[in-house]
């Protein structure tokens, strides 16, 4: 480096060690690693390419501070949300927050579905925001007390309940935070198998050799390279004509109408059937017979 005019910053530098789960480390935490006679700090935390990493990879830290970013989105958009057309909402919607919600989600989305709750509540927050009735919520507050009729001048569960936010989600075509990341996985090894890039993550996966078109998956993780894999195994298994040879469109098409059928179950409630299932596509109307 020093031959071609280049220096580290010291400052900026750090290292860290990974450990799987709660195991044990097998490296001594003592470790002195030193750039031209300066140390380099250990840090169990540590920000690369945007996303927050930290030593078990359990992706908590990230998913804390994106859930800090996602609510400041919210706020920034209920200011301005009345002073904008409603034909814009939902191009907003994607500029200011869901591009924050999907950026690397491949990469910390294979959490427990219980450690996305707190980004999935404040995506619900959002969609009120933008898409719900603000009249109706508003009028809530208007009623004067004394005007009330007598017995309900007591705020009962109804003054408090908010409106249910599946309807938005189906009204307007939107994935959930949990349904983004099983949309991410799957083009992006779609993308991979096709390109064969990156080729670190293009040797990790194995298709088998009597299916072409399912993976021979690795040991359970949330990671990546197992649960690419594993999504397409399950989803293939609700279209069964669909390969990987496909158009990247129609597959893209083909997932997205899947994965909201399957948000859309249970209109009255969420559960987990909705973030975990495939259902099948028309694949009459998306043509998947005639590709080639």
């Given amino acids: 480096m020093e031959s071609n005019l280049l220096h580290i910053n010291t400052k900026k530098c750090c290292y860290m060690l990974f450990f799987e789960g709660k195991r044990e480390p097998t490296v001594s ?34 998913i804390a501070q994106l859930n800090k970013t996602l609510k400041s989105a919210c706020g920034r958009l209920y200011r301005i949300a009345n002073s904008l057309p409603s034909k814009l909402h939902k191009q907003i919607y994607h500029s200011l927050f869901e591009s924050h919600l999907s950026y690397a989600i491949s990469v910390w989305g294979g959490v427990a579905l219980s450690n996305l709750e707190p980004i999935f509540r404040t995506q619900k927050k959002c969609l009120r925001i933008m898409f719900g009735d603000t009249e109706t919520y508003l009028e809530k507050f208007r009623t004067c007390v004394r005007a009330r009729p007598f017995g309900e001048q007591k705020l009962g569960i109804e003054f408090h309940s908010r409106e249910p936010s599946k309807p938005l989600f189906t009204e307007h075509n939107l994935l959930t935070v949990q349904n983004l990341y099983r949309l991410r996985c799957i083009m992006e090894l779609v993308k991979i198998v096709k390109t064969r ?96």
């Fill in 197 to 292: 890039e990156p080729a670190p993550l293009h040797g990790t996966l194995y298709i088998s050799k009597q299916n072409t078109n399912r993976f021979i998956t690795p040991d359970p993780s949330i990671y990546f390279f197992y649960q690419a894999p594993m999504l397409w195994n399950n989803f293939r298994k609700s279209t069964h004509n669909l390969g990987l040879e496909q158009d990247e469109n129609l597959i893209k098409n083909i997932l997205k109408n899947s994965l909201l059928s399957a948000q859309q179950q249970n209109l009255d409630y969420w559960s987990n059937i909705n973030f975990t299932e495939f259902l099948a596509a028309d694949i009459g109307k998306t043509g998947i017979g005639e590709a080639s």
């Fill in 29 to 62: 935490n003592d470790l002195n690693i030193s750039i031209n006679g300066k140390i380099v700090k250990k840090v169990s935390e540590a920000k690369f390419l945007g996303v927050l990493m930290d030593d078990n990879l359990s992706w908590k830290p990230h």
